[in-house]
């Protein structure tokens, strides 16, 4: 199938443009539009998986066409195996939100615009190969989202500690965080831009595969000072989408005041968009910057203060969307410290616990709407017993919990335990004792989790809720699909391992041969 990826990527801004001709009376029609067009996108994807071919690092679907020569910018698309998983899990995700969104009675025609072109957005920055066509997907991302939480979150209020807080306030804190990390991105992406040479023309070029290529390099990017400056811009811009200690504000009040919806899409989409950033520019394109041991060890530490910082934290908290956005913060964490040994092992551990955490937390944030629906608040500490009222929503909120904590048998155990084994057994750097640190957090994760399910549904019922009905059947259709991916890549890893191993050893190995004397390092 020719242009597959810009069918993937531009078919929800098909379902946006009918929308907008659907009179805002008509909800029904409104929503099944936007089911119809994320279900193609499904369908799309599932041929792409089905096509692909594992056995090459090589990009694959390729789309190459001039967009605006005068400054070598192309309309440059390509996936490998580290971007074919992450379009997989956004077009997955993104089906299923829509789903889950069904309730939204607020603006429904300009909540599933806005949810539609989130999707294309998320969906161009994995299939891009043009730096700048990548950035633009990247900023299209910025703005529904920040519509979605300030429109369609918490309204404005006053807490008892006299700040404002509400979907408007977290909008603004995302925004800003996200620009400030933008800026930095695009410096970088500029300086690039103006000192790589295309091979072909001789011009400056925003060609991703070509800045790769240390020998189209040349101008300030011989001095490895610059490379190293560049490295930490790109770093920044790309650990607050993470996010990654102590760029993390912005993400419990995104979540807690956010829609269930967005909030998924949030946790299970775009804080893998940071670690997606690292491995498909910077780690390619400076890698002997992403060498320098200072870098390495400074993301390992990262990692791990994100991992036990992130577990106290949700520890500490008594709302569920808190806990569960603190949780995402230390399972990120775990991704980075993957990352940070440079080891096959580990990378595959890394991007393996991107898809699985996007699966898994996507589950809780689900799962977490659904009691808040009933309820009407999240607090932990005034539910009790529901597993005898609510036995079904027990049993998956049960899975959810185990997926989270790791347990053997479910997806998340095979990637943290690649990603612990990845850093501890690094040839190029000593992080054993980092790697031995992290294991704290995962007896915290245990601890929290454990804990939680406790207080929810163990003793007696609490009789205020002695009428709350179970799952009704749109709430399982949009958890048995990730109750299944959970149960499945916990068992049989293989397919997801198999997607994605030759693109990321061989991303390894690009990493490993760069020589920092090249750069006057040594």
Known sequence: MNNVLT????????????????????????????????????????????????????????????WIPSFNIEYFMGIDGLSVSMVLLTAFLSFICIFASWGINKGV??????????????????????????????????????????????????????????????????????LFGSVLMLLAMLVLYFNVTDPVTGGHTFNMLYIMDQSNHSGVLNNFDIRLWLYAALFIGFAIKVPLFPFHTWLPDAHVEAPTAVSVILAGVLLKMGTYG???????????????????????ILGVINIIYGAFCAMAQTDLKKLVAYSSISHMGIVLLGMSGLTSLGMNGAVMQMFNHGTGTAMLFLLVGVIYDRAHHRNIDDFGGLA?????????MSLAFFAGLGLPGLSSFMSEVFSFLGAFGSEMFNLKAITIISIIGIVLTAGYFLWTFQRMFLGELNPKYKDLPDLNGRELFTLVPLGIVIIFLGIYPAPLLNLIKTSLNELVEVVKAADPILWGLQ
């Open 7 to 66: 069918l993937i990527t531009f078919l929800p801004m098909v379902g946006v443009l009918l929308i907008l001709l659907v009179p805002k009376g008509n909800k029904t029609l409104i929503r099944i539009l936007a089911a119809v067009s994320t279900g193609l996108q499904v369908l799309l994807a599932v041929w792409i998986y089905m096509n692909f071919d594992s056995d090459t690092s090589s990009m694959q679907f390729r789309e190459q066409y001039k």
């Open 109 to 178: 025609k300009g909540y599933f615009a806005m949810f539609l072109l989130l999707d294309t957005g998320m969906m161009g920055v994995f299939c891009s190969l043009d730096f700048f066509l990548f950035y633009i997907f990247w900023e299209v991302m910025l703005l529904p989202m920040y519509f979605l939480i300030g429109i369609w979150g918490s309204p404005s209020r006053v807490d008892a500690d006299g700040m404002v807080r509400g979907g408007p306030y977290a909008a603004i804190k995302f925004f800003l965080y996200t």
């Open 278 to 300: 690292m491995l498909r520019i910077s780690f390619p394109m400076l890698p002997d910057a992403m060498k320098w041991e200072y870098f390495a060890y400074g993301m390992a």
């Open 388 to 396: 005898v009222r609510m036995p079904i929503y027990a049993a998956a």
